[in-house]
């Protein structure tokens, strides 16, 4: 079974900002720590990654150590989405040897990922950590 069987088709890794992207992540962005550019950049080196929903999207990047970062986050009704978006990218091969996953965002994605570890809040984000499996 692929990383796509697994998460199903209304999620799919891009290296493309599309229109529908940039919407969604507009409001994470403007909120500082992150530009286009950077977000442009990392993505055309192949450092990162955006995972397109139906009504939102999130950019991943892998740090040196081996943890998948959620950096950005945004959409609509997210309840209906989360839980496939984080199938997809925990079963992606390019994260077969990611030690963690940690979320970098708003207190309130503690409630839709309650399985996660609270790791405490840094630079006004709240941090949640996942250790792979």
Request: charge should be negative.
């Amino acid at each position: 079974m692929g990383w796509h069987d697994v998460a199903g088709p209304l999620v799919a890794p891009t290296l493309v900002l599309s229109p529908a992207v940039r919407g969604w992540l507009a409001p994470a962005v403007a909120k500082g720590g992150h530009s286009w550019e950077e977000i442009e950049a990392k993505l055309a080196a192949g450092h990162a990654c955006v995972w397109e929903g139906s009504a939102g999207a999130v950019f991943t990047q892998v740090d040196e150590d081996g943890v998948c970062d959620v950096v950005l986050g945004g959409g609509s009704g997210a309840k209906a989405w989360v839980a496939d978006m984080e199938r997809a990218i925990r079963a992606h091969p390019a994260h077969r040897d990611v030690c963690m996953y940690r979320i970098w965002g708003r207190k309130g994605w503690r409630r839709l990922f309650p399985h996660w570890r609270f790791a405490g809040v840094e630079g006004g984000l709240t941090v949640l950590e996942l250790d792979a499996a």
